[in-house]
């Protein structure tokens, strides 16, 4: 599939492994090298920072969304090629969305996890259907699959709304899939 703009939900503390902030930077990188828009939480710290950093040092179109609330607290990025300052956090993430073609989760934490959930949420039941990926760095999102894989396995979720969550484990792999990927 040919996409422009990805969104990426991802940390904004840089973790215990200083592999999430390398790759989080090194997608930034290759978004960048792939005349693609980086669509993100907005943040200049953790691995959104690293991130946005990455890509505009390459080059690349970066747009933040940040709500109001936090601006300060998740300091935002001041040097992006578009910045928008939201009330809350529905706001934000209806943005992202309506912005995006792609939507990916890096390691992060509970807002991380919220956010890119629902966006699968919304893909399973039918109000778009924009790919949503994991990028599985270091194994991150292991229990999280299997989280997945239970809900199945007790009857919570359809095994065809599995198919829906591409994963891949590098960077290139994850462009690869996509740009292979059928719509």
Same mark, same amino acid.
């Given at each position: 599939? +040919? ?8 940390? #904004?503390?840089?973790? #215990?492994? #200083?592999?999430?902030?390398?790759? &989080? ?17 907005? #943040? ?8 946005? /950093? ?17 601006? @300060?607290?998740?300091? &935002? ?20 969305? /309506?912005? &995006? %073609? ?7 934490? &509970?807002?991380?996890l919220e956010e890119w959930f629902e966006v699968f949420t919304w893909s399973q039941i039918g109000y778009h259907q ?5 990028? @599985?760095? @270091? ?11 239970? $809900?199945? %396995?007790?009857?919570?979720? %359809?095994?065809?709304?599995? %198919?829906?969550?591409?994963? +891949? $484990? ?5 462009? +690869? ?7």
């Amino acid at each position: 599939m +040919e996409f422009k703009s990805m969104a990426v939900f991802c940390g #904004s503390r840089t973790g #215990s492994d #200083s592999i999430y902030m390398k790759m &989080a930077g090194y997608l930034g990188k290759k978004l960048a090298q792939e005349k693609k828009t980086l669509i993100y939480g907005g #943040s200049h710290v953790g691995c959104m920072g690293a991130m946005s /950093d990455a890509c505009l040092e390459a080059g690349g179109q970066v747009i933040g969304v940040i709500p109001e609330k936090l601006k @300060n607290v998740e300091v &935002a990025h001041q040097q992006l090629t578009e910045l928008h300052v939201v009330k809350t956090m529905h706001e934000r993430k209806a943005k992202m969305a /309506d912005l &995006a %073609d792609v939507f990916v989760a890096l390691p992060g934490g &509970a807002g991380t996890l919220e956010e890119w959930f629902e966006v699968f949420t919304w893909s399973q039941i039918g109000y778009h259907q924009k790919p949503c990926c994991l990028l @599985n760095i @270091n194994g991150f999102f292991d229990p999280l699959i299997a989280m997945l894989d239970h $809900t199945i %396995d007790k009857g919570f979720m %359809d095994p065809s709304q599995r %198919d829906f969550i591409m994963i +891949e $484990t590098s960077v290139e792999g994850l462009l +690869e899939a996509l740009q292979n990927k059928k719509v």
